[in-house]
Every structure is written in C-alpha cells, then in structure tokens.
T-cell receptor, first 112, second 116 residues
C-alpha cells in the first residue's frame, strides 16, 4: 500500500509568482485535505476535497485554490505569492471526511 | 470558535522514563474526536492515537495512552518507556463530524527531547 506522496519536496519562488503543489493520496482514500504549517506553528487547514468537490475551506484568501482529479490526487495552487506564504504545505488523505488523516512529507515553499 | 492549546512548548524525558504531554481544547460541538500526531525532524506527520469524544474509555496504542477528561476538555498523552525515537514535535488536534469535516484544528505543538 502506497502512502501519501507530495511533490516537489522544496520550492523557491519570487513574490508575485504562481505555484502548484501536488499530492497523491493513499490507495483507497477519496478525501484530501491541505494544510499550511508556518515555522514553529501547528498546521492550519486550507481546504478539503471529497470526490473532486471542495468540501470545506479554512480562512485562506481565494488566491489559494485547489483541484482533485478522478484518481483522487490533488493540486494546491497559490497565485500572487506573498512572503508570508513561505511555509510547509502538508497534504493528508483519508477514507472519508471525519476518518483518520494520513499525511504526506510536505512541500517546503520559500517565497523571496 | 474551536481552539486547541498546548501549554508546554518543550518537554524533556530520560530514556525509559514516562512523560505526559498536556492538551486542552474548547468546542461547542457535542460530537468530536481528538488526535495526537508526531512530527519528527523528517517533517512527516504520523498519527499516534485517536480518541472519540463519545467513548469514556481512554485510548491506548502500545506505549502511548491518553487521559481524556471530557468535562475538563483535557486530552493528555502519556508516553511510557520513552525511546530515543520518540523525540519529535507532538501536536494535539481536534476534528468534528459536523460542518467542514476536514477541518482538523491543531495546537502549536510540544517539542519532546529524549535524553539517553
């Protein structure tokens, strides 16, 4: 059974640019959640996708958007990058909303 | 608003000893669940233990156990026979079945060091 994978591992972008982060969910999991973890903080919920539909969103601006594909993999897109977007972005998959969430290794985004 | 508070930024334990990490939470939901996650320096968040709020019995997973006090809104993690591999950031998290079910709310974490 393959766990949750994320790509890329690290990314450096310039303020104002756009970025796409990718996540492959664990086999059999149809729900994917994205979190932002700033340095020294706990993860903060960005949004969740269930069967290709957004199923909840945290307090993040619309320039954070997502997508889930028929194979349940997912993308997180961030437009007009700001310095404060520098963080570890975590993806988690689960069998269903409310079940245990299993996390990927994260993508470290640095905005300069 | 739902909140999770971890009041111990750092803790230290001697190898083979027992340590307890504290967590308090606040919610108006009657049906919710609680987790402890471990995040080693490798960054990957690992699920340690889960507790359903409707269950009175405290969850246990090998050397890890919780003390769930629903009335006090307290959810502490006890690690017995601590091992060097237990050194990590530990996060307490809460989720609920209503509304946005994907919304896990995390505390700020406790950094656990294990001394040989």
């Amino acid at each position: 059974e393959t766990g949750v994978t994320q790509s890329p591992t690290h990314l450096i972008k310039t303020r104002g640019q756009q970025v796409t982060l990718r996540c492959s969910s664990q086999s059999g999991h149809n729900t994917v959640s994205w979190y932002q973890q700033a340095l020294g903080q706990g993860p903060q919920f960005i949004f969740q996708y269930y069967r290709e539909e957004e199923n909840g969103r945290g307090n993040f601006p619309p320039r954070f958007s997502g997508l889930q594909f028929p194979n349940y993999s997912s993308e997180l897109n961030v437009n007009a990058l700001e310095l404060d977007d520098s963080a570890l972005y975590l993806c988690a998959s689960s069998l269903r909303a409310g079940a245990e969430q299993y996390f990927g290794p994260g993508t470290r985004l640095t905005v300069t | 608003a739902q909140t999770v508070t971890q009041s111990q930024p750092e803790m230290s334990v001697q190898e083979a000893e027992t340590v307890t990490l504290s967590c308090t939470y606040d919610t108006s939901e009657s049906d919710y669940y609680l987790f402890w996650y471990k995040q080693p320096p490798s960054r990957q968040m690992i699920l340690v233990i889960r507790q359903e709020a409707y269950k009175q019995q405290n969850a246990t997973e090998n050397r890890f156990s919780v003390n769930f006090q629903k009335a006090a809104k307290s959810f502490s993690l006890k690690i017995s026979d601590s091992q060097l591999g237990d050194a990590a950031m530990y996060f307490c998290a809460m989720g609920n079945y209503g509304g946005s079910q994907g919304n896990l709310i995390f505390g700020k974490g406790t950094k656990l060091s294990v001394k040989p």
